[in-house]
């Protein structure tokens, strides 16, 4: 088992739906993850928030995919 396939199934587990770096606005969900391949070792645990609910006028994510991802609270 690989360290992604590791933390990819504690995310699940926990029902989060991916991870994000708040200090570099990168974030994946559990669909596409890490396709940056990076080793996510500053990534928190985050959750999706959809355009519909997103309360920043500026969101530069949620107009393209709909959705953006956020810290776990």
């Known amino acids: 088992m690989t360290v992604k396939e590791i933390v ?9 739906d991916g991870l994000c ?3 570099t606005g990168c974030g994946c969900v559990l669909s596409d993850f890490a396709p940056c391949d990076c ?3 500053e990534c928190l645990a985050a959750v999706r928030i ?3 609910k997103c309360k920043d006028p500026e969101c530069e994510f ?4 709909g959705y953006h991802i956020e810290e776990a609270p």
């Not at 990819?8 to 989060?16: D, G, V």
């Not at 949620?62 to 995919?65: A, D, M």
């Open 8 to 16: 990819r199934n504690y995310l699940q587990a926990r029902n989060y």
């Open 50 to 52: 959809d355009k519909s």
């Open 21 to 23: 770096n708040p200090d």
């Open 39 to 41: 080793e996510c070792l």
């Open 62 to 65: 949620c107009p393209e995919l």
